[in-house]
């Protein structure tokens, strides 16, 4: 899930070696923050969850989408004003879903650093699921477009269990590790 632990807290380490293989769905389920013994490790500032991160707060806002904490996730993203704040501002509202918000906070966004690793991890899910995505009439832009990500969500949403949202789960798996690791990396010098 993330390739160097070293930077991070003992808090985070536990909480990301706990969630290996969670994933964020693709519609905002009830928040499941009744555990208050799972957040605890939380309850300290993001500078000291995420010493020396590039984006401390975004970093803990995606920790928190990870968790299924939405409301808290959502609270400091919109509160960051960065492109990783509105990323995953964004993010927040694709899953509420609310797709005319997360467009308008990835038009914020712009063009992202992990926007051509994310492009070629997705053309990647393609090529793993082609048996299963032979009958998905998707086909990848010549770079990652948000908007088109939008779009497929809310397709995939509409039909459960299908060859979309198998597709669209793992690409959206991808997208957060991405933005994770990009946000909780180490700050340049």
Known sequence: MFSDLSTLSEAVKTILQKHANASLPLTRSPEAQSNN???????????????????PDAALSGLFLLLNCWERSHGISQDIPSREGS???????RIEPDSSNAG???R??????????????AQGIFDREKAISEGVPWQLKGQWDPFLFIDWCDEARAKPNSQEERLTLQMQKAEWQLLFQWCAAPAPK
């Open 108 to 121: 914020k966004v712009g063009d992202h650093p992990i926007f051509p690793e994310l492009h070629r991890q």
């Open 37 to 55: 013994d799972a957040l605890m490790p939380l309850a300290v500032s993001a500078t000291n969850l995420f010493p020396g991160a590039r984006h």
């Open 87 to 93: 990323y995953w501002h964004g993010i927040a509202h």
């Open 104 to 106: 308008y906070w990835f």
